[in-house]
């Protein structure tokens, strides 16, 4: 079996619908499409969180949120965490970022230690694990206070040395239109959805990036793992034309949302009907500028994943290139009145997940859909299979997907889990929550979906099977104890997995056994018969000298 290389693309904010393979009745993505033609399309693949950070470093670590500790955005991950980077090189494979991994490094834990940041380690620690080729992590917002993110950003300078004159170019043309009056019309109002970017559009953020994932593979030697991870279509919520006006508001679809959703809510979800976001979403002014905007920004990023297509095979390298396509968490767009992505109802914490194998072993499920219960964290491991090496499964909490390519049938897992800790936010302040009260866990196990609220508030549950868009809570029907108590015993079952003894594995331990007794560390014997002579030979035989205390 031959050593492919990996291209993992990642969208941000891409959600699972917005794709013509998957039933999208107004976006055509036929480059999305050419891929699942190849391969092999995940229908119930969940993040573990529906927030970028988190999100994103449960993929890159292949573990849990509640094991890596980064549950909110800014939030860094602790110092010696094992990621996908770290699993590779292990096996032989080079792991390299082209873009966001919205990663906050752990410098605290870097000075305890002396861990220099500009040294190899220091830098894969400070970059979640890969060897950057190109870092950017897109969100180069200006404000009173400064940039919200303070680091360099490669884009930037780009769009400097191509005569965009500006100290901030990403906000002032790639994120902003111009009005009437000729003043900025800036993409953070959602006003301004439907103009098109001031930026040619070659220049834009997507087609810039593909070209610095181009640069890279010309003069990568393998195997490599190459994480290509697109900003978009993350608001803001404007793009170049002619991207912008390919679509209107005839093509927005019906908010999937009911007014029973709002007849005495969960008190969480209340409030995050009640947000700022929200209410923007409640308007169907919004949606029809907004939505038709996301929709350009994804058919951008479709046909720039054609360019990258088209160079791996007019390169030859398209025979030896697995390709992963997946996002980070999804968009309400005012389904169930909420806007962004901060509960678990499917628009929120379901994404795309495609996989192409060249391989002959994967030839049996080309175009085919899957419907397993998939996890983000299942990418890590399925690349360290992909590389040849050893799952480390007492590390790795995913599981390869290797067998679902090939076309197996495995044992597989019976629910998907998905986390979020609000306790940064106003909403948590809002409810009066300590932090620690404010984490919700999801469980699905392909029917019932259950959340759980960690500050004392009755669950939530949908039936998917007679409820598919989620629109009535039953988690206050007495009628439904038995279904939630079974939910319970397995969000219990999850809570008590191995998660934490990461530095020895199960072969590790089992190797353990008896060996402290083959270096003399025998107690409890009564006169030394109940263990083989071997282990009391130097405990036995004439003594030295007799000591006389006297």
């Given at each position: 079996?031959?050593?492919?290389?990996?291209?993992?693309?990642?969208?941000?904010?891409?959600?699972?619908?917005?794709?013509?393979?998957?039933?999208?009745?107004?976006?055509?993505?036929?480059?999305?499409?050419?891929?699942?033609?190849?391969?092999v399309r995940f229908t119930n693949a969940y993040v573990q969180a529906t927030q970028?950070?988190?999100?994103?470093?449960?993929?890159?670590?292949?573990?849990?949120?509640?094991?890596?500790?980064?549950?909110?955005?800014?939030?860094?991950?602790?110092?010696?965490?094992?990621?996908?980077?770290?699993?590779?090189?292990?096996?032989?494979?080079?792991?390299?970022?082209?873009?966001?991994?919205?990663?906050?490094?752990?410098?605290?834990?870097?000075?305890?230690?002396?861990?220099?940041?500009?040294?190899?380690?220091?830098?894969?620690?400070?970059?979640?694990?890969?060897?950057?080729?190109?870092?950017?992590?897109?969100?180069?917002?200006?404000?009173?206070?400064?940039?919200?993110?303070?680091?360099?950003?490669?884009?930037?300078?780009?769009?400097?040395?191509?005569?965009?004159?500006?100290?901030?170019?990403?906000?002032?043309?790639?994120?902003?239109?111009?009005?009437?009056?000729?003043?900025?019309?800036?993409?953070?109002?959602?006003?301004?959805?439907?103009?098109?970017?001031?930026?040619?559009?070659?220049?834009?953020?997507?087609?810039?990036?593909?070209?610095?994932?181009?640069?890279?593979?010309?003069?990568?030697?393998?195997?490599?793992?190459?994480?290509?991870?697109?900003?978009?279509?993350?608001?803001?919520?404007?793009?170049?034309?002619?991207?912008?006006?390919?679509?209107?508001?005839?093509?927005?679809?019906?908010?999937?949302?009911?007014?029973?959703?709002?007849?005495?809510?969960?008190?969480?979800?209340?409030?995050?009907?009640?947000?700022?976001?929200?209410?923007?979403?409640?308007?169907?002014?919004?949606?029809?500028?907004?939505?038709?905007?996301?929709?350009?920004?994804?058919?951008?990023?479709?046909?720039?994943?054609?360019?990258?297509?088209?160079?791996?095979?007019?390169?030859?390298?398209?025979?030896?290139?697995?390709?992963?396509?997946?996002?980070?968490?999804?968009?309400?767009?005012?389904?169930?009145?909420?806007?962004?992505?901060?509960?678990?109802?499917?628009?929120?914490?379901?994404?795309?997940?495609?996989?192409?194998?060249?391989?002959?072993?994967?030839?049996?499920?080309?175009?085919?859909?899957?419907?397993?219960?998939?996890?983000?964290?299942?990418?890590?491991?399925?690349?360290?299979?992909?590389?040849?090496?050893?799952?480390?499964?007492?590390?790795?909490?995913?599981?390869?997907?290797?067998?679902?390519?090939?076309?197996?049938?495995?044992?597989?897992?019976?629910?998907?889990?998905?986390?979020?800790?609000?306790?940064?936010?106003?909403?948590?302040?809002?409810?009066?929550?300590?932090?620690?009260?404010?984490?919700?866990?999801?469980?699905?196990?392909?029917?019932?979906?259950?959340?759980?609220?960690?500050?004392?508030?009755?669950?939530?549950?949908?039936?998917?099977?007679?409820?598919?868009?989620?629109?009535?809570?039953?988690?206050?029907?007495?009628?439904?104890?038995?279904?939630?108590?079974?939910?319970?015993?397995?969000?219990?079952?999850?809570?008590?997995?191995?998660?934490?003894?990461?530095?020895?594995?199960?072969?590790?331990?089992?190797?353990?056994?008896?060996?402290?007794?083959?270096?003399?560390?025998?107690?409890?014997?009564?006169?030394?018969?109940?263990?083989?002579?071997?282990?009391?030979?130097?405990?036995?035989?004439?003594?030295?000298?007799?000591?006389?205390?006297?």
């Amino acid at each position: 079996m031959t050593t492919p290389n990996i291209l993992f693309i990642m969208y941000d904010q891409l959600r699972f619908d917005y794709l013509s393979c998957a039933g999208h009745p107004h976006l055509h993505t036929p480059n999305f499409d050419r891929v699942a033609a190849r391969g092999v399309r995940f229908t119930n693949a969940y993040v573990q969180a529906t927030q970028c950070g988190p999100s994103r470093m449960s993929t890159y670590t292949g573990r849990y949120v509640a094991s890596h500790g980064a549950c909110f955005n800014g939030i860094p991950l602790r110092l010696g965490e094992m990621t996908m980077g770290d699993h590779l090189r292990a096996a032989g494979m080079g792991c390299w970022l082209i873009g966001k991994t919205h990663m906050k490094a752990d410098a605290d834990g870097m000075a305890r230690l002396g861990l220099a940041p500009d040294s190899e380690i220091g830098v894969r620690q400070s970059e979640c694990g890969f060897d950057p080729w190109v870092r950017d992590d897109g969100l180069w917002g200006q404000g009173p206070d400064g940039f919200y993110d303070e680091k360099r950003s490669p884009y930037n300078e780009y769009l400097k040395s191509k005569g965009y004159a500006s100290d901030n170019p990403w906000a002032d043309f790639a994120n902003a239109g111009v009005d009437e009056a000729g003043d900025i019309a800036s993409g953070w109002m959602f006003t301004n959805a439907d103009r098109p970017a001031n930026i040619r559009e070659e220049d834009s953020e997507t087609p810039w990036l593909t070209r610095e994932a181009i640069r890279f593979v010309d003069q990568a030697t393998g195997p490599w793992c190459a994480h290509v991870s697109y900003i978009k279509p993350h608001w803001p919520y404007i793009v170049p034309a002619p991207y912008h006006d390919l679509f209107g508001p005839e093509h927005v679809p019906l908010p999937m949302r009911s007014d029973g959703e709002r007849a005495d809510p969960h008190p969480i979800y209340a409030a995050y009907m009640g947000n700022k976001i929200s209410h923007a979403f409640q308007r169907d002014e919004v949606r029809d500028k907004v939505i038709p905007a996301y929709m350009g920004l994804i058919k951008q990023c479709d046909d720039q994943l054609g360019v990258l297509l088209d160079h791996l095979e007019a390169t030859g390298q398209a025979d030896n290139t697995v390709i992963v396509l997946t996002s980070d968490h999804g968009d309400y767009l005012g389904d169930h009145w909420l806007g962004e992505k901060d509960m678990f109802h499917d628009p929120s914490v379901k994404v795309p997940l495609i996989i192409y194998d060249p391989r002959p072993e994967a030839d049996a499920t080309r175009g085919t859909v899957c419907d397993a219960l998939v996890e983000a964290i299942d990418l890590a491991p399925t690349f360290v299979e992909m590389a040849g090496g050893v799952v480390a499964d007492h590390i790795l909490e995913g599981r390869s997907l290797m067998p679902w390519l090939r076309g197996e049938v495995p044992i597989w897992r019976q629910f998907v889990i998905s986390e979020y800790d609000f306790s940064p936010t106003p909403t948590c302040a809002a409810l009066g929550l300590d932090p620690r009260e404010a984490r919700l866990f999801m469980l699905f196990d392909g029917r019932w979906k259950l959340v759980h609220s960690e500050a004392g508030y009755r669950p939530m549950l949908f039936d998917l099977q007679s409820d598919p868009q989620e629109l009535q809570d039953l988690g206050a029907d007495p009628a439904q104890a038995d279904q939630i108590n079974r939910l319970y015993d397995l969000l219990g079952q999850w809570g008590r997995r191995m998660a934490q003894r990461v530095t020895r594995s199960d072969d590790d331990i089992r190797a353990m056994r008896g060996k402290s007794a083959r270096k003399g560390i025998l107690p409890f014997l009564y006169d030394g018969s109940e263990v083989p002579d071997a282990l009391t030979v130097k405990y036995r035989g004439p003594a030295s000298a007799r000591y006389d205390r006297d």
